[in-house]
């Protein structure tokens, strides 16, 4: 089950659309779960289900199509690192490999105190800013060298 | 930034973007401007059709002709649509419009739903740029409470309202009908064409989808009239445009600059070829558009018909820039990934074609092509396009054959050598590219 809060939020989003339209606000309903639960279990995906009145499968297509949303759970950060070439050229592949060592761990994987996981991403839209990167989907970081890179693993705890 | 620059000019920070400042720089005038004359849907057509904007997505389409499909006297839902999913890579120019300009993307999207009869507009931004879709968000909100949203907008008998919805990570929402099932609560997976959205959009109805930048440049047109519009660019090529430069440039950024603006300029606005290498090739329109060598943008023109005649596509205006030091293998190899990784299924060419692709150049990468590989890529590339559901499957194979038809002694090296032709301490030192 979600909290009243999360309700509370999704009810904003359906307001957006027709009424007999509840299906497209799956998406943000989908991105509110996880922001409360960190990432989509089955259980999850259900109440989200129940509550738009769809099927349950319905859901799940939704969640593993669109790649924020976690079906598993990640570590505490996790980082997704934008290595296409527009940034590639300015470091970001670079930089993700410069993650690889800092945290001991290859893409898609998480470190053994379960502190952080690393993704490689896709296009995000500020290949000006490269190299790139995320931190729980939400926030964005902008020209990450080694320094910054630093910087931010301390802010995170490492 | 030029001086004809009225999209994010002077914009350069994060605290004039509400609308207070948005006010003060004139905005919402042209809306007001076409309440207080009444200036009719038909009008407003004819004023973009003088204007010759093109649309900022990809295709350049002709907006006005766009607009002009609508059918305004159907009755019952429509919808305007507004493209900010933007994923093509290289491209991060409506990020910034939305970061910096938000109300004059809501301005154009007003005057949108005014001339095509439509009451009511989604604004579907890629789910990476969270904080911008929050700041979205909010601009909406002060629209709203304004009352340039929503009933009766400014006393007049015109209702609009406008919503933001986010994408959540799939490069193909930004082809439009994968768009449109996304804001259905569905997979983004492209439909099939006809039906035009114009016709069968969003919930069945008609729909009209524009990039964000294009209906920025609306307000524009409607206060200073199609022919001003058209007067900063050139014929056929309206305007002036953003162009995001990336790659190996000294200052990579958003430059604003008339269509029809000499290469050259650009790349020195962007502070010239990082380090002071020498160019090696330009991507002009977002990594879907053909690559073209250095000797080829050099004498081209920033302009729809100039860059097609050269052999490539301005589409997004997504400038990737590539000094000597880039290995073209390597390059394309991160490319064909990203196709692979972000096909969405449905058609076969475009599925296996992707995978093959990739793969393929990922051996000659690593030393292990054969001989037949570079004609094999260049019929499989033949064998996606044209027979796929959407432009995807062309977005793939272009790079592909055009890194081949400018670069091919660079893969023939390859093969034969089972190294780069670059040497690998110049990648090092220069591309960036190559993490060994
Ligand atoms: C795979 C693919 C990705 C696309 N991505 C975008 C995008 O991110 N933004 C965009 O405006 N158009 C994108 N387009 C083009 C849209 O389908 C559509 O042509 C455009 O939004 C129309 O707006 P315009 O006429 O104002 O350019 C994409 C097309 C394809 C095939
Ligand atoms: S061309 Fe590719 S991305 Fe487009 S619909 Fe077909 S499989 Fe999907
Ligand atoms: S290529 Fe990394 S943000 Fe565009």
Request: proline share 5%; aromatic share 10%.
């Amino acid at each position: 089950m979600l909290s009243t809060e999360s309700f509370k939020k999704i009810d904003q989003e359906l307001e957006k659309y027709p009424v007999d339209q509840k299906q497209s606000a799956v998406m943000a309903a989908l991105r509110i779960a996880q922001q409360e639960k960190d990432w989509l279990s089955d259980e999850t995906i259900e109440a989200v289900a129940n509550y738009l009145g769809m099927p349950p499968i319905a859901v799940f297509e939704v969640a593993s199509f669109y790649n924020m949303y976690d079906l598993q759970a990640p570590g505490r950060y996790k980082l997704t690192v934008c290595t296409n070439l527009p940034c590639a050229l300015s470091g970001g592949a670079v930089a993700g490999k410069y993650l690889k060592q800092k945290l001991g761990i290859e893409y898609n994987q998480t470190t053994a105190d379960g502190q952080f996981t690393l993704k490689e991403g896709e296009c995000m839209g500020a290949c000006g800013d490269a190299p790139v990167m995320l931190v729980n989907n939400h926030r964005m970081c902008c020209k990450m060298t080694e320094a910054q890179i630093d910087q931010l693993l301390v802010e995170l705890g490492k | 930034m030029s001086d004809k620059a009225y999209l994010l000019t002077g914009l350069n920070g994060d605290k004039t973007w509400g609308l207070a400042d948005y006010i003060k720089r004139g905005g919402y005038e042209a809306l007001k401007k076409i309440l207080r004359e009444q200036i009719t849907p038909d009008a407003i057509i004819a004023e973009l059709k003088k204007s010759a904007l093109r649309g900022r997505g990809g295709a350049g389409f002709p907006t006005g002709l766009k607009w002009s499909f609508m059918p305004r006297q159907f009755p019952g839902a429509k919808y305007v649509c507004c493209n900010s999913d933007e994923g093509e890579p290289g491209t991060f120019k409506d990020r910034d419009l939305l970061r910096f300009n938000p109300h004059i993307v809501i301005e154009g999207m007003i005057i949108a739903g005014y001339a095509m009869g439509c009451e009511r507009g989604y604004n579907y931004i890629h789910g990476e740029i969270f904080e911008i879709y929050e700041r979205f968000e909010a601009a909406l909100a002060e629209a709203r409470e304004a009352g340039l949203l929503g009933k009766n907008i400014l006393g007049s008998n015109f209702s609009f309202e406008l919503f933001a919805h986010h994408g959540y990570g799939a490069y193909i929402c930004g082809e439009e009908t994968a768009l449109l099932e996304s804001i259905e609560g569905k997979k983004g997976q492209p439909r099939f064409k006809p039906p035009f959205p114009a016709s069968y959009g969003l919930y069945g109805k008609p729909t009209t989808i524009n990039n964000t930048e294009t209906f920025a440049s609306v307000p524009y047109i409607i206060l200073n009239g199609g022919e001003a519009f058209l007067n900063l660019g050139k014929p056929n090529n309206g305007g002036t445009k953003l162009f995001s430069v990336s790659g190996h440039v000294e200052r990579p950024g958003n430059y604003e600059v008339p269509l029809g603006t000499p290469f050259p300029e650009l790349l020195e606005m962007a502070g010239g070829v990082r380090g002071g290498r020498k160019l090696k090739a330009v991507i002009p329109g977002g990594s879907s558009a053909p690559v073209l060598p250095a000797s080829i943008i050099m004498d081209s023109t920033l302009d729809y018909d100039c860059i097609a005649k050269a052999g490539s596509m301005l589409g997004s205006g997504a400038v990737i820039v590539m000094d000597e030091s880039t290995c073209m293998v390597k390059a394309l190899e991160r490319l064909s990934f990203f196709y692979h990784e972000e096909s969405c299924g449905q058609c076969t060419p475009c599925r296996e074609g992707t995978g093959w692709l990739y793969r393929v150049i990922h051996r000659i990468e690593h030393g292990q092509g054969r001989q037949e590989d570079i004609d094999l890529l260049d019929s499989v590339s033949e064998n996606i396009m044209g027979r796929t559901i959407c432009a995807l499957g062309d977005a793939a194979a272009m790079p592909v054959k055009s890194f081949i038809k400018h670069f091919r002694d660079e893969f023939q090296y390859h093969i034969d050598n089972k190294r780069c032709l670059v040497p690998l301490e110049l990648q090092r030192e220069g591309s960036k590219i190559y993490v060994g």
